[in-house]
């Protein structure tokens, strides 16, 4: 996900996709306790694709 892309994105829609990776990071975290996750490198891109939805949900919110 690139943070460019997510500029001409509405509130509601980064707020809805915001929702969506924190419960993609749940059911990763879920499988790792399980040992289920075989690609841990997943759970590093989920939290790093909510914090650019969470700037550009602040960047959105300053205008």
Known sequence: MIYSDLNTKSLEELKALLKEKK???FELRA???TMQL???????LVKKDIARIQTAITAVSAN
């Open 38 to 44: 075989t690609n841990t490198s997943e759970l590093k």
């Open 31 to 33: 499988k790792l306790k």
């Open 23 to 25: 419960v993609l990071l």
